[in-house]
């Protein structure tokens, strides 16, 4: 690579420098990234005067007080861009500016099997984006989470088994259909990483991401990193396979016909009834309730007592009534008693259903202000 060649790759290290400081601390003063960064203040000075002529980044206004020289400030500009984020399990749409601010959200169908999202998956997402209240060309980039395993790099599913897919170009296939950069993410990595960013586990570098709902599964952070095992396989806990909505919904309304007879209740809506009827009834739901939270509490308390995380984070359905959950963490402390000097934090998700969309689309958004590096 010639003078010229090198000149150029070093400014564009260092402008995504710049707007990765802009991104994580902003509003910044210039005099401050220099001090971060180490470039010198004409270099810093030139190469945001570049990204305030893009609209990327713009001027908030003025810190300092008294006789000292006042600064002006810089941050990203909300409405420079935006992510969508995808949740193929939960069946979720997400689209964020460049702060990482929701603007619009929705539950989309949810698409079983390769044909059904080939066929259908784009009509869905254009129906989405038509609605909100940007033009095509402010679509930066599109996260997608997925139920199973995906190849990063490749931008491949490898294996989904709830949506039956396997080695399905995902990422290249929204690549060429939308002309901007794809990323496909675990769905409990996704929405782990939601938590961690902007909701109940923010600053933590330990925890575990427990999600019972259409699909069961944990994410594992350890020291910042997510853990996904010698095979990629960490994280899959089979054992509640039976307490995924649609499983147990089923064998409810199969084994007490007499209390679930409406034809018309959705999945979801047998389980809220199930954990009412079961929290303050006697008989055969409260003997079920009672059965199904010994063995919940006795996983998720020898996974606590194993991983010894700052923080168990659940999600689902089974944090959907708050006597269940309640109830559910009580047990659960119960297992992890005497073992460690304090119990372990157990919270329900902030992010709810919103949780991997978000994460899969804020996890797009931090690609966009990534550090470039030297190949």
Not at 46 to 74: D, P
Not at 200 to 207: D, E, I, P, R
Not at 345 to 352: G, H, L, T
């Amino acid at each position: 690579m010639g003078k010229i060649g090198n000149q150029q790759m070093l400014r564009e290290i260092n402008k995504s420098l710049l707007l990765h400081l802009i991104y994580q601390h902003g509003p910044v003063s210039r005099i401050e990234l220099s001090r971060q960064t180490k470039l010198s203040p004409s270099t810093v000075s030139i190469l945001v005067e570049e990204a305030l002529r893009e609209g990327i980044i713009y001027e908030t206004g003025t810190s300092g007080s008294g006789v000292g020289r006042r600064v002006t400030l810089l941050n990203i500009k909300a409405d420079s861009g935006y992510v969508l984020g995808l949740d193929l399990a939960g069946a979720q749409c997400v689209l964020l500016n460049m702060r990482g601010e929701i603007k619009a959200s929705r539950t989309i169908p949810r698409l079983i099997g390769e044909t059904a999202i080939w066929q259908e998956l784009v009509g869905i997402v254009d129906d989405f984006l038509d609605s909100c209240p940007i033009s095509r060309d402010q679509l930066r980039r599109i996260g997608v989470s997925v139920p199973g395993r995906v190849d990063e790099t490749s931008q491949k599913v490898l294996r989904a088994i709830p949506l039956q897919l396997e080695e399905m170009n995902l990422g290249g296939f929204l690549e060429m259909t939308y002309q901007v950069p794809v990323s496909l993410f675990n769905d409990l990595d996704a929405a782990g990483f939601a938590e961690r960013f902007n909701g109940v586990a923010q600053g933590l570098s330990t925890l575990v991401y427990i999600l019972i709902d259409y699909g069961v599964g944990a994410g594992i952070v350890i020291n910042d990193k997510i853990y996904r095992g010698s095979s990629g396989g960490a994280g899959r806990i089979r054992v509640f396979s039976p307490y995924c909505t649609e499983r147990l919904a089923l064998r409810l309304r199969q084994e007490y016909p007499e209390v679930f007879s409406d034809q018309g209740l959705t999945s979801k809506e047998v389980l809220h009834k199930f954990m009412e009827d079961g929290m303050r009834t006697e008989g055969p739901l409260h003997k079920e309730l009672g059965a199904l939270v010994d063995h919940l509490s006795a996983y998720c308390g020898a996974i606590l007592q194993f991983i010894n995380p700052e923080q168990l984070i659940l999600n689902g359905w089974i944090t959907e009534n708050q006597a269940f959950f309640d109830r559910l963490t009580a047990k659960i402390r119960e297992h992890e008693a005497n073992v460690f000097e304090r119990p372990t934090p157990i919270k329900p998700a902030s992010w709810k259903e919103l949780g991997a969309a978000v994460g899969a689309a804020t996890l797009g958004l931090h690609h966009i202000f990534k550090m470039k590096m030297v190949d």
